[in-house]
């Protein structure tokens, strides 16, 4: 195509059909669609003319969409059926696509283009639209995030491991990708101990004894045939009976023994070996300093629910102490590791906060960076008094605590 002009006259004439839709059962009428018509030149000849900027595309986007969402609502309070969202969703669709194709190295423009396929259930679309993201952008630690997350999202553990393997072999540099994984495994085994409590296949079942029930079903395609009982069986006299060929053969063994039953069940997966794996890993990466090791432990600690993870906040901070003993995030995750797990509104938080504020003490007396300690304790404090279900009492300590902290900070600023 040739001028400016000329390629909006041809996006321009694509849209016709719908506004003759909205012409012909008054969803708009003549002079706003004349209107909609001229708003939607300008912004073709905007996004369509040199030295256009992403921000062009994502408004022109903007602008579609609301469009969309008041004909959605017309239609509503005039009771108009018939009336679809494809022809919308086709226009934005093609916008992204002329914008990442005119400006292939801005990552929120490709990020902005997965939301919306995300938010429209596209699958197809979001799957193509993130393999060429992640080709043009492969270092991208949130591009792969989001391709992990979604694989998770949808139960596919097994692509979401490969998504964050292979982005970890390209993110040597940022941690933000290598405490996704990590988030993401820790959320894996949230939903397998609600199974072994009986949340995912029948309540008060443990899954290992639900899959070793199965072992007497005869499974062909998608039709599960199970054995009936010879109390059922009730037989005709002109029946003809059948010789069983399997009848002399010996009894099949049971594919969940108690060998196999007690494997899994002590399996190193279910005790958190995947994530830590994953923060070893980790130290071997040039990011790896005492901050990083924070953002896994801050990540972990979320994870209050999951059985073993004071078995992985304990491996995170002992990793801690070994190379940074004397950083401000080591001894803040120290002081804070006896509160993690624990609900305030239970016995055991004044006893968990009093061991915290000892930590506080001890870490602080021998603490190089005071400032940057202090600093850290006064957000950690400030969360918790936010809680409105806070103890009077407990809110007393902590408020103390927080003012004597901040008049230190003060102090070594005057």
């Not at 609502?73 to 916008?95: D, W």
């Not at 998608?222 to 009982?229: M, R």
């Not at 009730?234 to 969940?256: H, M, Q, S, T």
Request: glycine fraction near 6%; charge should be neutral; include cysteine.
């Amino acid at each position: 195509m040739g001028s400016v002009a000329e390629k909006a006259r041809f996006y321009l004439e694509r849209a016709a059909p719908q506004l003759r839709e909205f012409e012909e059962k008054e969803i708009f009428n003549k002079d706003e669609i004349r209107s909609l018509v001229t708003k939607r030149s300008d912004f073709e000849h905007l996004v369509l003319s040199p030295g256009t900027k992403p921000s062009d595309f994502l408004s022109y986007v903007q602008w579609e969409r609301s469009m969309d969402r008041l004909r959605a609502k017309r239609c509503k309070r005039l009771k108009i059926r018939g009336s679809n969202p494809r022809p919308s969703e086709a226009r934005v669709f093609g916008i992204f696509e002329r914008a990442v194709l005119k400006h292939p190295g801005c990552i929120p423009l490709w990020i902005a283009y997965l939301d919306f396929a995300a938010e429209i259930k596209a699958t197809k679309r979001w799957h193509r639209v993130i393999t060429k993201a992640i080709r043009m952008h492969p270092r991208s630690a949130v591009l792969w995030t989001m391709a992990g997350r979604n694989a998770a999202v949808h139960g596919d553990m097994e692509r979401a491991r490969a998504y964050f393997l292979r982005g970890c072999r390209f993110c040597t540099g940022e941690v933000s990708l290598w405490v996704e994984y990590a988030s993401c495994e820790m959320e894996w085994l949230v939903r397998i101990e609600a199974k072994m409590g009986g949340k995912g296949v029948r309540r008060g079942v443990n899954p290992i004894e639900a899959i070793k029930a199965t072992e007497g079903t005869e499974i062909e395609g998608d039709h599960i045939a199970l054995d009936d009982s010879d109390e059922d069986d009730e037989l005709d006299g002109d029946e003809l009976i059948l010789p069983d060929p399997d009848a002399g053969e010996k009894k099949k063994k049971p594919v969940f023994d108690a060998e196999a039953t007690r494997r899994l069940e002590q399996s190193p997966a279910l005790s958190g070996a995947i994530p830590m794996a994953i923060f070893d890993i980790a130290k071997k990466q040039p990011f790896y300093a005492a901050a990083a090791c924070e953002a896994f432990f801050d990540m972990f600690a979320t994870f209050g629910h999951v059985s073993c993870q004071s078995k992985i906040t304990q491996h995170v901070l002992s990793a801690m102490e070994e190379s940074f003993p004397k950083s401000a995030c080591t001894a803040s995750c120290f002081i804070r590791q006896p509160l993690i797990g624990v609900d305030i509104n239970t016995p055991e938080f004044p006893k968990a906060l009093r061991e915290s504020l000892a930590r506080l003490r001890k870490a602080y007396a021998e603490q190089t960076e005071e400032k940057a300690l202090a600093g850290k304790i006064v957000d950690w404090a400030s969360k918790i008094l936010e809680i409105e279900s806070l103890d009077p009492a407990i809110r007393t300590v902590l408020e103390a605590t927080k003012k004597g902290l901040e008049g230190e900070l003060a102090q070594q600023k005057a």
